[in-house]
């Protein structure tokens, strides 16, 4: 016996049992409603749908029938086809946003994700470990921004490369992104020349203790901010901050961007059957990175209490030696 149909069953028992003493007089009406946890009109309506049909007018009228919110076959059947042809290996989120953007999908996230384990398309997420507490982020934009690289295999049929990527603490807006050989002076200078230009100066810039950022006399020691970097003597002119992190976990901003970047970009481009650098960066600078901001950026304007503009901006030349004399509005 399917569940609807028991709780159907004991709710004439108790319908019966409740109406019979209301009309011997124990109950009025209101407190045989309450006891049903029903409203006074809904009593009545049931009370005249026995009196007039018995139990079979007690009888959940809507099943059987089929909700006007189902998924149509067709659609469904469209929908397990797509992703078996098309999207295999996507997560059911990716999936789901490619079906209302690209194929006049109108149904929800929910329905799309059971609908794939129910077909046997996704497996079940491991278990997590254990959580290891994240770092409050900045309240405002501009306060403090992270870069990083990964090297993977973005491209088919090509070696690994580095992905060089910056983003806001505070929001996860990626303010940067591109492909390149290797991460190193060249590609830091890159990328703080497209986000300072865009936006301005942050307050700070956290990294890793990469060669090209600082100096470790020790590997896997403390950084020796006495003999500065390239890196390190430009964001020191410009009045930037410059943060080591000591661990991965330090890391975990960017190191998450990474691990759904890694998932995404690579199916993305995949997709759209991108398989050089130049259509790659393009394709990040053009349409991946404006359209994963709204989508995944987070919204922090006036968070805590803060207010107020954290950017500044940078004066000349700023990525040339000499460039930036100071701190300039």
């Not at 049931?46 to 959940?60: I, V």
């Not at 999936?95 to 953007?101: A, G, I, S, T």
């Not at 690289?149 to 996860?172: C, E, F, K, R």
């Not at 700070?204 to 020790?218: E, I, N, Q, V």
Request: contains cysteine; positive net charge; proline residues 4%.
């Amino acid at each position: 016996m399917r569940r609807t149909e028991a709780h159907q069953g004991v709710r004439m028992i108790k319908f019966s049992s409740i109406l019979s003493r209301y009309e011997a007089a124990e109950f009025s009406q209101a407190e045989a409603a309450e006891l049903l946890g029903i409203g006074e009109r809904t009593f009545r309506r049931w009370r005249q749908r026995f009196e007039d049909e018995g139990e079979a007018g007690l009888l959940d009228r809507r099943l059987g029938k089929a909700s006007g919110k189902r998924v149509p076959s067709d659609r469904s059947d469209e929908v397990e086809a797509l992703y078996r042809t098309r999207y295999a290996g996507f997560t059911a989120k990716h999936f789901h946003e490619h079906l209302v953007k690209e194929h006049n999908f109108s149904w929800g996230y929910t329905w799309t994700k059971t609908f794939l384990y129910s077909k046997g398309l996704l497996e079940k997420a491991k278990r997590r470990g254990a959580h290891r507490r994240k770092r409050e982020r900045r309240p405002l934009p501009g306060m403090m921004l992270h870069q990083d690289g990964s090297m993977h295999v973005w491209l088919a049929g090509q070696p690994a490369l580095d992905l060089i990527v910056t983003l806001d603490d505070a929001t996860s807006a990626i303010y940067s992104a591109f492909l390149i050989e290797e991460e190193g002076t060249a590609s830091t200078f890159r990328a703080l020349t497209e986000v300072f230009g865009s936006h301005g100066l942050p307050m700070s810039l956290y990294t890793d203790r990469g060669a090209h950022y600082f100096y470790t006399p020790t590997a896997g020691g403390e950084v020796d901010r006495s003999k500065p970097t390239q890196v390190g003597r430009a964001l020191e002119r410009l009045g930037v901050e410059h943060i080591a992190a000591y661990s991965p976990q330090a890391r975990g901003r960017s190191e998450r961007v990474f691990h759904t970047l890694q998932d995404r970009l690579v199916k993305e481009l995949a997709l759209k059957e991108i398989d050089t650098v130049e259509a790659a960066n393009l394709f990040l600078r053009d349409v991946y990175i404006p359209e994963y901001n709204p989508v995944r950026g987070r919204g922090c304007a006036g968070r805590h209490g803060v207010c107020g503009d954290p950017w500044r901006r940078p004066c000349g030349d700023f990525m040339r030696p000499g460039g930036a004399s100071g701190r300039q509005r």
